[in-house]
């Protein structure tokens, strides 16, 4: 009899922490790097999990771009790319996973300085590594990124967001 009481309550419990997993997230946030020029962007982020561990994730950039070595007048970024990210648990309670993702998408670029001007739209592939910190539905998504497009190498990104999932 106490096991039919035990299942009867083991059992409905169980099931709700397998759901309990959050499948999805949306994240904002910034980046500073240099990508052929000096950029600073806001992000939107939003995030699907395929599988344990492993997400499909889409990344909209809008910022502004200068010149790295002169005084730029005006300046424009916008990035639009997906990929996929894996999460990796660092100890047992998935207070921080380490998170490498590989991106590929579009951006583009384009400022005036006093000497010259400079303006590119072009395919691009991203390289992440980065950090997923925090409790199981606020994050804090530290990390760096190195970028290549059709010229090769051309650039390394720093940025952070805060995240929520369910």
């Given at each position: 009899?106490r096991?039919?009481?035990?299942?009867?309550?083991?059992?409905?419990?169980?099931?709700?922490?397998?759901?309990?997993?959050?499948?999805?997230?949306?994240?904002?946030?910034?980046?500073?790097?240099?990508?052929?020029?000096?950029?600073?962007?806001?992000?939107?982020?939003?995030?699907?999990?395929?599988?344990?561990?492993?997400?499909?994730?889409?990344?909209?950039?809008?910022?502004?771009?200068?010149?790295?070595?002169?005084?730029?007048?005006?300046?424009?970024?916008?990035?639009?790319?997906?990929?996929?990210?894996?999460?990796?648990?660092?100890?047992?309670?998935?207070?921080?996973?380490?998170?490498?993702?590989v991106?590929?998408?579009?951006?583009?670029?384009?400022?005036?300085?006093?000497?010259?001007?400079?303006?590119?739209?072009?395919?691009?592939?991203?390289?992440r590594?980065?950090?997923?910190?925090?409790?199981?539905?606020?994050?804090?998504?530290?990390?760096?990124?190195?970028?290549?497009?059709?010229?090769?190498?051309?650039?390394?990104?720093?940025?952070?967001?805060?995240?929520?999932?369910?």
């Open positions: 009899m096991t039919i009481w035990l299942t009867l309550l083991l059992v409905p419990a169980l099931a709700a922490s397998a759901r309990a997993e959050p499948d999805h997230y949306i994240a904002g946030g910034a980046m500073l790097g240099i990508d052929h020029a000096f950029d600073a962007v806001a992000t939107l982020e939003g995030g699907e999990r395929l599988g344990p561990g492993t997400w499909l994730h889409g990344i909209l950039e809008t910022g502004t771009s200068a010149g790295i070595d002169e005084a730029t007048e005006s300046g424009e970024y916008f990035a639009a790319r997906a990929g996929l990210e894996w999460h990796i648990a660092i100890g047992t309670r998935d207070i921080v996973e380490l998170v490498p993702g991106d590929l998408g579009v951006r583009h670029y384009a400022y005036m300085a006093d000497d010259d001007a400079a303006s590119g739209i072009s395919p691009v592939a991203i390289g590594l980065g950090f997923d910190i925090g409790s199981r539905a606020l994050r804090f998504r530290p990390g760096l990124e190195v970028s290549f497009d059709d010229q090769g190498f051309t650039g390394i990104n720093a940025n952070a967001a805060l995240a929520y999932r369910w």
